[in-house]
């Protein structure tokens, strides 16, 4: 059986059932003391290429990953732990910009490891503390979803040969992991990171597109695309941020457009084999 | 200016003096409630091939290596974080055995990511908890260097065609922090880590090889390896561990055999370029 045929999800289930990995709740890992720790890997020519993104846009994005997982489990960032794994041909002064891109968000990088490689890799590992990390598994029929801004940026950008840069929505998840049900961010696209919280809680999320707020110049099928890093909530009361559908009794995701049901593809690292960076 | 030119060293220098990354003391970063965090990167033809390792002692070494910067800090581990950039055509058993091995020490996996990617490549991140960081830079004249075992395994088996299993000293780690005026583990090779010692602390080391217990098999040549991953620290009271030197006042690393200079060459990632894995 090979990776491809499993699939990412298939793996950490794998993982989870012969107890070799924890459970992994929104990307990210609780110790105790209200810990949260994340980590994310970017590797060249799989999440990007140098023809879209700057070495200091990289380095943003490395970051803004990481603390968007810490965002989903409302917590407050305290460091960055960086490890880059880069060709020793490598211009010094692309590596200071990658390490000033990293630390645009103002989240100190206390330690990490450097090391050569043929391509680059980053792996970040965020820490922060939270009170309340809601995880995925408590959305209940009647909640309403809600997205803390608009979707699309990043299959906009995408087509125009770039990558978007991430939003960090720390506050806003500090804020919504108060009350909220269930709390992840919209990485995968819209309709699997929808699916988590379906699958997790028990519940069928149905999310009408009408009312999904577009970022500018995109259209519907951008929703799709995934790594908007918007966050994305089960809650009883939808307070300041949007709402785009609700959970209901069942199971699964439901995606409509003015009462149709669409299909909205999302994103699995090891099935994929798009020649394309995605 | 190439990464080349300016090594593994001089990058990191570069980071602190320009506010991009904080000093790393032991490869291990110290946040509030006496947690020590490390990682480390293993990257596929530079840390290891397949011809010299299997997966299940790929797994263990990850965890190890970064496990020893814990012990290096005297942390009690609580639980590691883990990323794998793997080929989607891997199969899934491998990658189960690879687990198996990152559980052997014990240490839970709380979390992580996995990729895909074109070698194979892991990043590892420890958590653990110490009440005493001795850091590499408390060393003064008269203090005794001891190490906490044999050294030379890892060029043995080297030669041999395979990577050797590092050792776990974590609980010497632990008795030696209580006391130690700096520790860290034997990573670069003993001249090379004497040497952060020595600069850190303002120091001179000077060790006598005649005194270095050697692994089984083991020449002089084997101590400038590296990887052995035991402990070495500067201490008033060596305790049940071998003196294999002191410090005394000045600077720089004197290795001697029989009271003669010799040379022992370290690792640097970034500078050395052999065509072989090291």
Same mark, same amino acid.
């Given at each position: ?6 699939? $990412? ?9 012969? &107890? ?19 980590? *994310?890997?970017?590797? $060249? ?18 970051? +803004? ?17 960086? !490890? ?32 050569? @490689? $043929?391509?680059? +890799?980053?792996?970040? !590992? ?30 906009? @950008? ?43 809680? &028990? ?14 110049? +995109? ?7 995934? $790594? ?39 994103? *699995?690292?090891?099935?994929?084999? *798009?020649?394309?960076?995605?």
């Amino acid at each position: 059986m090979k990776l491809s045929q499993v699939g $990412e999800l298939g793996l950490l289930a794998e993982l989870e059932r012969r &107890g070799l990995a924890r459970r992994i709740e929104n990307d990210a890992a609780q110790l105790g003391d209200g810990l949260v720790v994340t980590q *994310d890997a970017l590797v $060249e020519g799989v999440h990007f290429r140098f023809d879209l993104v700057s070495w200091r846009d990289l380095g943003f994005r490395a970051a +803004a990953v990481n603390l968007s997982d810490l965002a989903a489990s409302g917590a407050e960032p305290e460091a960055l732990v960086v !490890t880059l794994a880069v060709p020793i041909e490598t211009d010094l002064d692309d590596v200071l910009e990658l390490y000033a891109g990293l630390n645009e968000p103002g989240v100190p990088i206390v330690g990490g490891d450097t090391t050569r @490689a $043929e391509l680059v +890799a980053l792996s970040v !590992t965020a820490l922060g503390r939270s009170e309340r990390v809601p995880g995925r598994g408590g959305a209940r029929p009647g909640d309403l979803l809600v997205v803390t801004g608009p979707l699309g940026a990043a299959g906009v @950008a995408f087509r125009n040969g770039r990558l978007a840069r991430p939003p960090l929505r720390l506050s806003e998840g500090r804020q919504l992991a108060l009350t909220a049900h269930a709390l992840l961010d919209v990485s995968d696209g819209l309709a699997v990171d929808a699916g988590h919280i379906a699958a997790r809680s &028990g519940v069928r999320c149905v999310i009408d597109l009408e009312h999904v707020p577009l970022a500018e110049g +995109a259209d519907i099928e951008d929703i799709g695309f995934g $790594e908007d890093y918007e966050l994305l909530a089960a809650v009883e009361e939808p307070g300041r941020f949007h709402v785009i559908g609700r959970c209901a009794e069942g199971s699964g995701v439901e995606i409509r457009l003015r009462g149709e049901p669409v299909a909205l593809t999302g994103w *699995d690292h090891f099935r994929k084999q *798009d020649p394309d960076l995605r």
